[in-house]
């Protein structure tokens, strides 16, 4: 099954400042790349995603690069500030997966620093 | 327009007795997943349901777990005779009618958890 591996597993950086997540994948039949964010307590939140028909994609100060002959795509966010303070999830899903099954990485926790 | 509805948001169990945790999906929303979440950890596929159907239970435990989610009412996940080490938040997740075939739509909507402790 898919295997996703997710760098670094905490993260701190000083607001104003760009943050980078980084996940690999197994399977090279995924096709779709969710990142999740989860604040303390509470329900993961879709962020951003991408398909592995598409390299890049941006949505304001957050995007996110997709490498599919390396198998891994990562998480940008530029101009960092102390709200983005959250535990990050890449995951991945390949369409062989029954339903939108997604497997996901360990989790960044990312710490804006005021 | 309600999201996932999971219940209880909290639970506490003592070792050996049994927890038992609710989920309603999304309206419209036919697919639900469980997930859980080991302090500090990230989140592990545990079961995939349609209704009165596990499509892919490869991630349950094979003993104590137990998830179903009937024709009428919420989705449920059990677990009998709880151990220390099933504390954790469960969630569940769900997602409209997927096609097989038809790329995965994608996005799953959580819930807000139920975080089960055992004393």
């Known amino acids: 099954g898919e295997n996703v591996e997710q760098h670094p597993s905490t993260l701190s950086v000083q607001e104003g400042d760009s943050a980078v997540i980084k996940c690999t994948y197994s399977?090279?039949?995924?096709?779709?790349f969710p990142w999740y964010k989860q604040e303390l307590g509470k329900r993961p939140q879709l962020i951003i995603d991408?398909?592995?028909?598409?390299g890049e994609k941006k949505d304001q100060r957050i995007a996110v690069t997709l490498n599919k002959t390396a198998k891994h795509f990562s998480l940008h966010i530029t101009e960092t500030q102390p709200e983005d303070s959250a535990v990050y999830f890449c995951a991945a899903s390949s369409p062989y997966n029954a339903g939108n099954m997604l497997t996901f990485g360990g989790g960044t926790r990312l710490m804006v620093k005021p | 327009n309600a999201g996932v509805m999971q219940n209880p948001r909290h639970l506490v169990r003592r070792r050996g007795q049994e927890a038992r945790l609710r989920c309603s999906p999304m309206?419209?929303?036919?697919?639900v997943y469980w997930y859980r979440q080991l302090p500090e950890e990230g989140l592990k596929f545990m079961v995939y349901?349609?209704?009165?159907?596990?499509?892919?239970e490869s991630g349950m435990p094979k003993e104590r777990f137990s998830a179903e989610f009937p024709k009428e009412g919420p989705s449920i996940l059990r677990i009998q005779q709880v151990v220390r080490g099933d504390s954790a938040a469960y969630f569940c997740?769900?997602?409209?009618?997927?096609?097989?075939?038809?790329?995965?739509?994608?996005?799953?909507?959580f819930g807000e958890g139920s975080r089960l402790t055992v004393l």
């Open positions: 399977d090279s039949a995924s096709n779709y």
């Open positions: 309206k419209g929303h036919s697919h």
């Open positions: 349901l349609q209704k009165e159907n596990i499509i892919d």
């Open positions: 997740a769900s997602s409209p009618t997927w096609l097989k075939g038809v790329s995965n739509t994608g996005e799953l909507f």
């Open positions: 991408i398909r592995s028909n598409v």
